[in-house]
């Protein structure tokens, strides 16, 4: 397999989020391993990728639901021999016409989000999400 690059991995990082926006929920889904965890931004815990995936699906991608996504500067650390990398980066999120747990449609506005996302190959040679965290934090005033 090849090394994973700083490049591949913000490329990744960029279509991930291309994804995302486009409400593909197929792509959406096989961008995590198996085995993955994720950390959504308002989680109390960590639940499997593809879990998180189909979640997003059922809240986010709904026919009248919008949603806009931009990150700021993207590190990537690639690690050891380069079969592993970590991107970290900042991003704002928006979605409206959100469906919650009970039915209603909310919006969703994070402004000031933080991502650390780890990229691995898959036993096929896919670069796949092994672990993601996506977080806000709050800016005083």
Do not use: C
């Amino acid at each position: 397999m090849p090394k994973l690059t700083v490049d591949h991995v913000r490329a990744e990082v960029v279509r991930f989020w291309n994804v995302f926006v486009a409400k593909d929920s197929e792509a959406l889904a096989e961008f995590y391993a198996h085995e993955s965890s994720v950390f959504g931004s308002a989680a109390t815990r960590s639940e499997p990728g593809r879990l998180a995936a189909t979640r997003r699906q059922r809240e986010y991608f709904g026919a009248h639901s919008t949603v806009k996504a931009t990150t700021g500067p993207i590190e990537v650390l690639v690690l050891g021999d380069g079969s592993a990398a970590v991107a970290d980066y900042t991003f704002q999120f928006t979605a409206s016409k959100v469906m919650t747990a009970l039915g209603t449609p909310t919006e969703e506005s994070i402004k000031h989000g933080r991502a650390t996302q780890v990229f691995a190959y898959d036993p096929d040679g896919k670069v796949r999400i092994v672990h993601e965290h996506l977080s806000t934090v709050d800016k005083p005033g």
